[in-house]
């Protein structure tokens, strides 16, 4: 294991479904984070969370909502997809120093499928 | 904002032959420049990274290199071996404001025994 869990490893879900996708760093870092990553796409950055305050949001649809409660742990709920963002979502979590190299821990991402 | 360009074809190499692998950008050069392995259907693991003030960067069969006069940055696996065969993505870390990384698309490696 990396550190970083994610759960579940698969999702299917309807377009008016709701669900949570979650991660879990076991690694003391401060910083977590959300990517989507589609075929053939470079990872898309969704939202960014440090010492559990949001501090980035990439312009994400209001159908995806994150959830911080603490510095282990993300969520990320899901409420009426559409079938475009059916992507495999990767969590990652780093230690932010303010200067120096800022190296991702990633779990092994939920793979999502919208019908 | 920045763009990041890797070669989108997928590099087919024979065994024991060095493999190299491009990564270029856009606009500012990074502070860091650093390289991920990803394996299918799992998440991108850290390999090695490269400061803007360095030429070269070893690690075991590992090399990096990083012009920021060309906005280029190679990646070589020297003797590779089947078990290499993965996508590559580089990322730029630019240790200023924003410290999320920008990723490219990844170059895929098929190392043929």
């Known amino acids: 294991e990396t550190g970083v869990t994610q759960t579940p490893r698969h999702l299917v879900m309807g377009m008016t479904n709701k669900k949570s996708l979650k991660c879990e760093q076991h690694l003391g870092h401060n910083a977590m984070y959300w990517y989507k990553q589609s075929a053939k796409k470079p990872l898309e950055l969704m939202f960014v969370y440090n010492f559990k305050e949001q501090t980035e949001n990439n312009s994400v649809p209001s159908r995806f909502s994150p959830e911080c409660p603490n510095s282990s742990h993300l969520f990320l709920h899901l409420h009426t997809l559409q079938p475009e963002d059916s992507a495999l979502y990767l969590c990652?979590?780093?230690?932010?120093?303010?200067?120096?190299?800022?190296?991702?821990?990633f779990g092994a991402g939920s793979r999502l499928t919208v019908l | 904002s920045q763009k990041i360009e890797q070669n989108s074809e997928a590099l087919n190499i024979q065994e024991g032959k060095t493999a190299t692998l491009t990564c270029n950008y856009t606009n500012y050069s990074p502070a860091y420049l650093q390289w991920y392995r990803q394996d299918p259907g799992r998440g991108p693991v850290f390999l090695l990274l490269?400061?803007?003030?360095?030429k070269e960067k070893r690690k075991e069969r590992l090399k990096v290199t990083f012009d920021t006069t060309l906005k280029q940055s190679l990646f070589h696996i020297t003797a590779s071996q089947p078990a290499d065969s993965a996508t590559y993505l580089c990322a730029l870390d630019m240790d200023t404001g924003r410290r999320a990384l920008t990723f490219g698309s990844g170059t895929r490696l098929q190392v043929q025994p």
């Open positions: 990652a979590s780093s230690q932010e120093k303010g200067s120096g190299a800022n190296v991702l821990t």
């Open positions: 490269i400061r803007e003030n360095e």
